[in-house]
């Protein structure tokens, strides 16, 4: 009986714990850009959940006055989030029309936030997209075949600008989202700019890149190992892809250094989950890693997989994310480069970075780039790269 009470008060107290875990957040509009002759429907998207911008969980009630609320109960924790009207064809911008940065909040206690809205993207002309990339970007195959996903994708390069006049071979760096990494046009919410940042460094400090596109709707379940609420994970074909058939093709292809030492591998976010998977399950073809704002939160399993994982001491994973990115994402980071570091991978090889008001978007990969290049492949300070750093976002190691 003693012990069925003991139980019974702990069973209560955990979910006294978890209760009072929570807080309340009532989001509330204020002025809103009227949408003519329309019922407006309106939503939040944001880290809280997935980006979906038509979340019926998230859809904000009409009151009488015609102003919308929402009540949110969330953990304790810095959100992004924008308002939308059911898509991203019709999320909030300014009143001229111009795209904005996400709106974010750090939520410590009960909070209400008001909510002005001063145009809608769609009623404005989409700006005209220009293409970027520099004369240093090819396109290896617009359908580049995938038999381990039993799909095809466009595939990027970049090569050094004296690649052409030179004979030497050259470290490379796979990264993922290549429509975002080189070409305005292409990209969906801004590029990281890696072939201007590159163009700006010495020929002899310059390596090569190939980017491979995404998926588009196959982007989380290819970039995740593990099932999820968002599909069967396929991440373990997309990896095979990147080891059994892409590398061999660009070795075979262009004059690179094919050694797990010259050997990388980087993305951000989903991409970031992957790319840690992918040196996790080939640390003999990835000998290095760029670990950007990593969505670990969606993926738990990979901190066992990790565990149980042999890494080399030389193994070098470079950890970096922002202080403003969402729930969770500095904590998750930290535990995952703990775990390395429990392995024998030193300090110096497995730095962990915060970006101090950093949020999770382009604009933070394209500042954080030249910190992780300039770690991969250290060279004596020039003033290309003296001038690049000094356009970069202050950060903190931890």
Same mark, same amino acid.
């Given at each position: 009986?003693?012990?069925?009470?003991?139980?019974?008060?702990?069973?209560?107290?955990?979910?006294? #714990?978890?209760?009072?875990?929570?807080?309340?957040?009532?989001?509330?509009?204020?002025?809103?850009?009227?949408?003519?002759?329309?019922?407006?429907?309106?939503?939040?998207?944001?880290?809280?959940?997935?980006?979906?911008?038509?979340?019926?969980?998230?859809?904000?009630?009409?009151?009488?006055?015609?102003?919308?609320?929402?009540?949110?109960?969330?953990?304790?924790?810095?959100?992004?989030?924008?308002?939308?009207?059911?898509?991203?064809?019709?999320?909030?911008?300014?009143?001229?029309?111009?795209?904005?940065?996400?709106?974010? #909040?750090?939520?410590?206690?009960?909070?209400?936030?008001?909510?002005?809205?001063?145009?809608?993207?769609?009623?404005?002309?989409?700006?005209?997209?220009?293409?970027?990339?520099?004369?240093?970007?090819?396109?290896?195959?617009?359908?580049? %075949?995938?038999?381990?996903?039993?799909?095809?994708?466009?595939?990027?390069?970049?090569?050094?600008? %004296?690649?052409?006049?030179?004979?030497?071979?050259?470290?490379?760096?796979?990264?993922? %989202?290549?429509?975002?990494?080189? %070409?305005? #046009?292409?990209?969906?919410?801004?590029?990281?700019?890696?072939?201007?940042?590159?163009?700006?460094?010495?020929?002899?400090?310059?390596?090569?890149?190939?980017?491979?596109?995404?998926?588009?709707?196959?982007?989380?379940?290819?970039?995740?190992?593990?099932?999820?609420?968002?599909?069967?994970?396929?991440?373990?074909?997309?990896?095979?892809?990147?080891?059994?058939?892409?590398?061999?093709?660009?070795?075979?292809?262009?004059?690179?250094?094919?050694?797990?030492?010259?050997?990388?591998?980087?993305?951000?976010?989903?991409?970031?989950?992957?790319?840690?998977?992918?040196?996790?399950?080939?640390?003999?073809?990835?000998?290095?890693?760029?670990?950007?704002?990593?969505?670990?939160?969606?993926?738990?399993?990979?901190?066992?997989?990790?565990?149980?994982?042999?890494?080399?001491?030389?193994?070098?994973?470079?950890?970096?994310?922002?202080?403003?990115?969402?729930?969770?994402?500095?904590?998750?980071?930290?535990?995952?480069?703990?775990?390395?570091?429990?392995?024998?991978?030193?300090?110096?090889?497995?730095?962990?970075?915060?970006?101090?008001?950093?949020?999770?978007?382009?604009?933070?990969?394209?500042?954080?780039?030249?910190?992780?290049?300039?770690?991969?492949?250290?060279?004596?300070?020039?003033?290309?790269?003296?001038?690049?750093?000094?356009?970069?976002?202050?950060?903190?190691?931890?």
């Amino acid at each position: 009986m003693r012990k069925k009470i003991i139980f019974c008060a702990f069973l209560l107290f955990g979910q006294n #714990f978890l209760l009072f875990g929570q807080l309340k957040v009532t989001f509330k509009t204020g002025k809103i850009q009227p949408v003519n002759g329309l019922s407006v429907h309106l939503f939040l998207a944001g880290d809280f959940n997935n980006w979906n911008p038509g979340d019926t969980a998230s859809e904000l009630v009409k009151n009488n006055d015609g102003s919308y609320q929402l009540l949110k109960v969330l953990p304790k924790g810095i959100y992004n989030f924008k308002i939308t009207r059911g898509n991203w064809q019709t999320v909030e911008c300014t009143a001229l029309g111009k795209a904005i940065e996400n709106r974010n #909040f750090t939520l410590l206690h009960d909070t209400t936030i008001n909510l002005n809205i001063a145009g809608w993207q769609d009623n404005f002309k989409p700006e005209e997209k220009k293409h970027t990339a520099s004369a240093q970007v090819h396109i290896i195959n617009e359908k580049f %075949d995938m038999p381990q996903l039993g799909r095809q994708r466009r595939v990027w390069i970049y090569l050094p600008a %004296d690649y052409e006049s030179s004979k030497r071979k050259y470290p490379v760096i796979y990264m993922h %989202d290549g429509q975002n990494l080189f %070409d305005e #046009f292409t990209s969906g919410y801004g590029e990281w700019g890696i072939d201007e940042i590159m163009d700006k460094l010495p020929a002899k400090d310059q390596c090569i890149i190939v980017g491979i596109d995404h998926g588009g709707e196959y982007r989380i379940t290819e970039y995740d190992p593990y099932d999820s609420k968002y599909g069967k994970g396929r991440g373990d074909d997309y990896v095979d892809f990147l080891v059994k058939t892409l590398k061999p093709y660009v070795d075979q292809h262009y004059r690179t250094e094919a050694d797990v030492r010259h050997t990388s591998i980087a993305g951000s976010s989903m991409g970031g989950l992957i790319s840690m998977y992918a040196i996790l399950k080939y640390p003999d073809v990835f000998g290095n890693a760029g670990i950007f704002s990593p969505a670990f939160w969606i993926a738990p399993d990979i901190y066992s997989y990790a565990q149980q994982q042999t890494m080399g001491k030389k193994a070098r994973i470079y950890f970096v994310c922002g202080d403003a990115e969402g729930p969770g994402v500095v904590e998750n980071m930290k535990k995952m480069a703990a775990i390395m570091k429990a392995k024998g991978i030193s300090e110096k090889n497995s730095p962990e970075v915060i970006v101090k008001g950093a949020q999770h978007n382009e604009k933070q990969w394209n500042g954080d780039f030249l910190g992780f290049y300039e770690w991969l492949s250290p060279t004596q300070p020039s003033p290309e790269r003296e001038g690049l750093k000094a356009k970069k976002i202050k950060k903190s190691p931890l």
